[in-house]
């Protein structure tokens, strides 16, 4: 019970919040905890996830990990412990996977627990971990093991706050934002591209809408999301049910890479194409803002504000369409685009449903590839295009880092430690835009 008690206090005194996601002690972490009067103030959750889809549903744990690592693995305990942390009001977490008998498991012996500890302090993430074995019978290496992750919990964290495990702390971050934005290092594309068009297909017909949506400009990822759109609106209607996807060209005045656009349809052979140009409407609510008293400091930053009104403009096009068709406005937001914010809020990064989410750039030209897409747009320059003042400009060259690297850093591979710094703030600076609104108010 004084270990209990510690725990409790410990938790009061420094104002944590503690998150639970528990495998082998499926609970009891939190139901002992919970023995304590007051202790209540101080837990938030206390998540039993036993199956590998329920590590994955409420952790976001990496499909890949658990197939790779196994279970029974610090790299699957850290990604739970990272998941307590991030998917809950937590700033700290534990979590723990083993085999408390009566027989082993994959050649693991009884008493195997591995356990991880997540704490967001600062601003930073820090994680640790560890595996131990107990002895005693499976009741009481449940309770050994609850009882030896809270002892730890306080170990741990004290570490944390006297900044003896700083070292670790943009390796946390990294295993964080992995997780968070749902990236597996390998994967099959064809398979890939089978499962997001099952994907679209099931989220058409679940919602009984009758089409898909989607502005096409030319690069990769709208090309691969439009090809998986107008494969999944043909398998529908191979099942009898009514489907149409509606492809739409939105240039602002004249798009200096139309051809690669009409490539791209081609290549698409949507069921329908749309042409709408937003330079009326984007100039206008330009001008009608100037006239109304907003002012700029220079002509960039006037032409940042531009290209951010184009991207809403396009969406409100694309809802507009999707309004009239009974349809869902399918995004293409990728996770190295998700990573460093690398859109415009309720412009691009708006949408109903994201078929290439957890995909670095690398792995979109893959799926491209499978696809047969013409290699000119696999592999073409990504920009965004929304500079007036810079047509064209590289995406690379406005993120100041390049596609390499990000992909890299999202796949855990090694990257300059100023190409990671630049990553991380840049995903820590733009966290409101992955965020829906804020509703606490209190």
Request: net charge negative; hydrophobic share 40%.
């Amino acid at each position: 019970m004084e270990l209990l008690e510690n725990v409790r206090d410990y938790l009061q005194k420094h104002a944590l919040k503690l998150a639970t996601a528990e495998s082998c002690t499926a609970g009891l972490i939190v139901s002992e905890l919970a023995r304590v009067p007051g202790s209540g103030q101080s837990i938030d959750c206390g998540l039993a996830v036993y199956s590998p889809e329920a590590k994955q549903r409420y952790l976001s744990v990496s499909e890949h990990t658990v197939d790779r690592c196994g279970l029974t693995s610090e790299t699957t305990s850290k990604e739970m412990a990272l998941g307590a942390l991030t998917n809950n009001d937590a700033n700290v977490a534990l979590a723990n996977t083993g085999i408390a008998g009566p027989e082993p498991h994959d050649g693991i012996p009884v008493g195997t627990v591995c356990f991880a500890w997540a704490f967001r302090h600062e601003q930073q993430y820090y994680l640790i971990s560890e595996t131990r074995r107990f002895s005693g019978d499976r009741s009481e290496v449940r309770l050994a093991a609850a009882h030896y992750a809270l002892m730890r919990l306080l170990e741990h964290h004290a570490a944390v706050v006297e900044g003896q495990v700083s070292a670790i702390a943009h390796q946390a971050n990294q295993v964080h934002i992995q997780t968070a934005l749902q990236v597996s290092p390998t994967l099959d594309p064809q398979q890939e591209v089978e499962r997001r068009v099952a994907f679209l297909y099931r989220q058409l017909v679940s919602t009984g809408q009758k089409s898909l949506v989607l502005g096409i400009s030319g690069g990769v990822d709208s090309t691969v999301a439009g090809r998986l759109a107008q494969l999944a609106v043909e398998k529908a209607r191979q099942e009898g049910v009514e489907a149409h996807f509606y492809a739409m060209r939105l240039p602002y005045d004249t798009q200096q890479d139309e051809e690669d656009a009409q490539q791209a349809l081609a290549f698409i052979q949507p069921d329908n194409v749309l042409t709408v140009n937003i330079q009326a409407a984007s100039d206008a609510l330009l001008a009608s803002l100037e006239a109304g008293g907003l002012g700029f400091t220079d002509a960039h930053q006037r032409d940042f504000v531009l290209g951010n009104i184009k991207a809403r403009q396009r969406m409100v096009a694309q809802y507009a369409v999707a309004g009239a068709n009974a349809g869902l406005v399918v995004g293409t937001d990728q996770a190295a685009e998700a990573l460093m914010g690398f859109f415009t809020k309720y412009g691009d990064g708006a949408c109903d449903i994201a078929p290439l989410t957890g995909l670095t750039k690398a792995q979109v030209r893959q799926l491209g590839a499978v696809l047969g897409a013409p290699e000119a747009l696999v592999e073409k320059q990504p920009t965004a295009d929304l500079e007036t003042l810079k047509p064209q400009l590289a995406d690379e060259e406005a993120l100041g880092v390049s596609y390499a690297d990000i992909d890299a850093f999202l796949t855990g591979e090694q990257i300059s430690e100023g190409a990671r710094a630049t990553i991380i703030q840049t995903y820590q600076r733009s966290a409101h835009k992955r965020q829906l609104p804020i509703l606490d108010i209190a």
